[in-house]
C-alpha cells in the first residue's frame, strides 16, 4: 500500500527530504516505520532501539496521535517528528 511520510526536525535532515512516498508491506506503524528504515537507513539509529520505536519518537497518522501497533491504510500520511520543546 502507498503511504505518504511527512519528516521533521533531525528525520528530515538525516533523510534530506521532507516528504516521502513509500510501497509498504503491512498494516501497522511500525511495518511503516520499518519500510522508511529500509529505504532511508540512517533513520534507524534515530527511530529504533533494540528494534523498538524510541520513546520520544512520534508518529501521527491523519493528524491522530498513534503507536506502533495502530493500524495503517492504503494513502494515510505519517507526519514523523522528535519531542519539541520551547519558551
Do not use: W
Not at 42 to 54: A, D, S, T, V
Amino acid at each position: 500500500m502507498m503511504l505518504k511520510f511527512r519528516l521533521f526536525a533531525n528525520f528530515r535532515e538525516k533523510a534530506g527530504r521532507k516528504e516521502i512516498a513509500l510501497d509498504v508491506k503491512g498494516g501497522t506503524v511500525m511495518d511503516a516505520i520499518k519500510a522508511l528504515i529500509a529505504a532511508y537507513p540512517g533513520l534507524e539509529p534515530l527511530m529504533l532501539q533494540e528494534g523498538m520505536l524510541k520513546p520520544y519518537v512520534n508518529v501521527l497518522v491523519n493528524g491522530r496521535k498513534a503507536g506502533p501497533m495502530d493500524r495503517v491504510n492504503e494513502g494515510d500520511e505519517l507526519a514523523i517528528f522528535p519531542p519539541v520543546s520551547g519558551g
